[in-house]
């Protein structure tokens, strides 16, 4: 396997692998990760189809791609997700896979199509005092101490960040600063999590700094992440054979480990109480999704809160069992037995009364009845002591939703912390005190909050105990690589598998490119996996961000004046005076 750019790569057809024709392939969950790696097997590896089988322990794939109406519960999506333009496996993936709305188009197209159409930008990023404009104004108001943090943590090397919690690396000017307010609630990071996943992010994502403000380099799907994303690409594999065997629940992978080679041996599973598995030869390939974001959630309702569930943790324990065998197989541990440090809960909210819709257009300044954006990413309530963020995606958001409905997803960062409106920590909320809070900070009347959630709106709350558990901090060795070395059959894949790219973690992005990592490795496919979008290393962007980090104020160039304009002039007769010009970080005439 290699990485590679560029056009000569990206529409090569590799040839048929030699030997694939006795092979099959087995895969761990199916989640996103899992079911890319089975297209891409078909696609670029030109496996049959049915020679590959999805164990899923639940009844629906998808893993936390989801959205689901429950019958007596309501609507449910667990989390959204934030797309660009430059998630280049996802997109390698997606223009193979016919779109389930368009004739002819492939999911990409549409996807293209409509966000050509409905450009994505915020009208509000944030509130404050009950709805009012927080007036971020687009500012980052990072101090020049703030600043050179960031740039510190740019420049560090990876082992510099490793086990470094974020409140180590950042002071309180900078945890004070509007950037850090947008970063945190976008990402869901805190500030005991990773520095060296922040410092991922920023390499990653330099390119979106000056939309970090107002999301309007960020892209989103026509509806909710499943009915969008997932079910087009269930339906491909179903028509190609592939097969899907829920209620399966994997208590172990076997391994046969010798010096220089690794080979998994057996697959046990547990289905209906039942004993089972199947013995793996060395062209059995398996596809292991190891850890999971989403175990052990547990719904709400509108009159119930949601658990926390501290029980036992299947997908938790699986890698457990794994990581035993050998010191290659990562350290899960390090990521998932820290529940009070990676759950946070979130809620999804159906209106039910026409007053609600007023209150969201209001703050969004757009119709959410147009079928276009509506809030355009998350809006803030700064002073919310559960600092809840909420968002109103295009509408309907579900295929099967009354015309009258708005679908709300909510979450909130500080689940232990008492509400201003119900004076209660948000984990012991049900969905009607939980939209009473949300409605309180829209600048709903109090006096009208309590009837207006109890029959104006549904929602179903959800508490996820490891949803942030990849951000715990981390170093080399936790996670194992995607191939392990000396590994001739298995790859593990996910967010808690080690890319040999410069990637960062809870992204969709993430997962397809492991699982593509692990196909081309396995098979030898002779096509490169994309890199990493390279603006980390293009000036321009760099400078741009740099500008933007500064909120547009000017380098300030130390010493006398006439020696900062003979400094400018020297500039100015090169490359590099025009860039400082053009993205307005020296003045001058």
């Known amino acids: 396997m290699y990485y590679s750019s560029g056009n000569y790569e990206a529409f090569a057809r590799p040839r048929k692998p030699k030997g694939v024709e006795t092979k099959t392939a087995w895969f761990v969950g199916s989640g996103i990760a899992a079911l890319a790696g089975a297209a891409f097997l078909i696609r670029d590896g030109q496996m049959s189809g049915d020679h590959i089988t999805i164990l899923e322990q639940q009844q629906l794939p998808g893993g936390a791609l989801d959205g689901i109406h429950e019958p007596g519960e309501g609507f449910v999506i667990r989390g959204g997700r934030e797309m660009e333009s430059n998630f280049e496996c996802l997109w390698d993936l997606y223009r193979s896979i016919p779109s389930l709305e368009i004739d002819g188009a492939s999911v990409l197209d549409e996807f293209y199509w409509l966000n050509k159409d409905d450009p994505n930008f915020s009208l509000q990023r944030a509130t404050v005092n009950c709805g009012e404009d927080a007036h971020t104004d687009g500012l980052f108001t990072l101090s020049e101490g703030a600043q050179k943090e960031i740039i510190q943590l740019f420049l560090a090397t990876r082992e510099e960040m490793e086990n470094k919690r ?29 520095a060296l996943e922040m410092k991922l992010y920023l ?6 700094i000056s939309g970090l403000p107002d999301f309007s380099t960020l892209k989103f799907t026509k509806y909710n992440q499943y009915e969008s994303l997932v079910q087009p690409l269930i339906n491909w594999l179903q028509d190609h054979g592939v097969v899907f065997q829920y209620g399966t629940e994997v208590t172990d992978v076997r391994f046969d480990i010798a010096p220089g080679r690794k080979q998994a041996t057996r697959i046990d599973w547990r289905k209906s109480d039942v004993q089972g598995g199947v013995n793996l030869g060395p062209d059995d390939l398996v596809f292991v999704t190891i ?5 052990n959630s547990d719904n709400g309702d509108h ?17 457990r069992r794994i990581a035993e065998k050998d010191p290659a197989f990562g350290r899960p541990d390090v990521f998932g037995a820290h529940i009070p440090e990676t759950k946070w809960e979130s809620a999804t909210i159906t209106t039910l009364d026409e007053r609600i819709p007023k209150y969201i257009q209001k703050i969004a300044k757009r119709d959410p009845f147009s079928g276009n954006v509506v809030t355009g990413g998350i809006v803030t309530a700064t002073d919310s002591p559960w600092l809840l963020s909420w968002t109103v995606n295009r509408q309907p958001h579900f295929k099967q939703q009354p015309k009258n409905q708005i679908v709300v997803w909510f979450y909130g960062l500080f689940v232990e912390k008492p509400g201003d409106f119900v004076k209660k920590a948000m984990q012991d909320c049900t969905g009607e005190e939980i939209t009473q809070e949300w409605l309180y900070h829209m600048g709903v009347p109090a006096t009208d909050i309590p009837e207006l959630a109890a029959t104006g709106a549904n929602t179903v709350p959800v508490m996820m105990p490891y949803v942030t558990a990849f951000f715990m901090p981390r170093q080399a060795g936790d996670r194992p690589d995607v191939v392990p070395e000396g590994a001739v059959n298995f ?17 969709t992005e993430y997962s397809v490119r492991t ?29 741009s961000a740099v500008g933007r980090l500064r909120d547009g104020k000017e380098i300030d160039i130390p010493g006398p004046a006439f ?17 400082l010009h053009e993205f307005k970080l020296v003045g001058g005439d």
């Not at 790859?491 to 992204?507: H, K, L, V, Y």
């Open 166 to 194: 974020i409140n180590e690396v950042f002071g309180e000017e900078f945890l004070n600063s509007n950037f850090w307010l947008y970063w945190r609630t976008m990402f869901a990071f805190e500030e005991w999590h990773s």
């Open 203 to 208: 390499h990653r994502f330099i390119h979106q």
């Open 291 to 295: 850890g999971s974001l989403t175990e």
């Open 303 to 319: 009159h119930i809160p949601a658990k926390l569930n501290e029980g036992p943790a299947p997908a938790w324990d699986l890698w």
């Open 491 to 507: 790859a593990f894949i996910g967010q808690f598998a080690e890319s040999g790219e410069r990637d960062c973690i809870f992204t």
């Open 515 to 543: 699982s593509m990592e692990a196909v081309y490795t396995l098979l030898c496919v002779e096509r490169g996996v994309p890199e990493v979008f390279n603006s980390t290393y293009d000036i321009r962007t760099l400078l």
């Open 563 to 579: 020696l900062r304009n003979l400094l400018i002039k020297k500039l100015d007769r090169t490359e590099i005076g025009a860039l």
